[in-house]
């Protein structure tokens, strides 16, 4: 586990999140509000195996995360932490149907105080 708010747990991706990775990264609606293109599901993988082994890379300043939900450990979304020369920058993403139920108000609270503690800037 990375942190957690009350209702929500961030923690690495896993390979078993491929399908709902795929939900997330296929939706058009979700991608309107970030940059990324619509990928196949093997595209998907291979993006989420390269996520993954970001997870191993000394000094690495691009982080991905998983969101499940407390309740039923399912996955709902991700959250990014890119630390770089230009700007540090987080976001979310939420499966749609996730969406208008407060998580994104919850993760971003305590997203602030996460960054504040590893040291990555407003």
């Given at each position: 586990?990375?942190?957690?708010?009350?209702?929500?747990?961030?923690?690495?991706?896993?390979?078993?999140?491929?399908?709902?990775?795929?939900?997330?990264?296929?939706?058009?609606?979700?991608?309107?509000?970030?940059?990324?293109?619509?990928?196949?599901?093997?595209?998907?993988?291979?993006?989420?195996?390269?996520?993954?082994?970001?997870?191993?890379?000394?000094n690495n300043?691009?982080?991905?995360?998983?969101?499940?939900?407390?309740?039923?450990?399912?996955?709902?979304?991700t959250v990014?932490?890119?630390?770089?020369?230009?700007?540090?920058?987080?976001?979310?993403?939420?499966?749609?149907?996730?969406?208008?139920?407060?998580?994104?108000?919850?993760?971003?609270?305590?997203?602030?105080?996460?960054?504040?503690?590893?040291?990555i800037k407003?």
């Open positions: 586990m990375i942190f957690e708010t009350q209702r929500l747990i961030v923690r690495k991706l896993i390979l078993a999140d491929l399908q709902a990775f795929h939900n997330l990264e296929s939706n058009p609606n979700v991608l309107k509000y970030a940059t990324g293109e619509i990928k196949s599901l093997e595209e998907n993988e291979k993006e989420l195996n390269n996520l993954i082994a970001k997870y191993f890379v000394l300043d691009f982080w991905i995360y998983a969101i499940e939900r407390k309740s039923d450990k399912m996955f709902i979304g990014a932490l890119v630390k770089d020369k230009l700007e540090d920058e987080i976001g979310y993403r939420f499966i749609e149907e996730f969406w208008k139920l407060g998580y994104a108000s919850e993760i971003c609270e305590a997203l602030i105080l996460y960054c504040k503690q590893i040291g407003k």
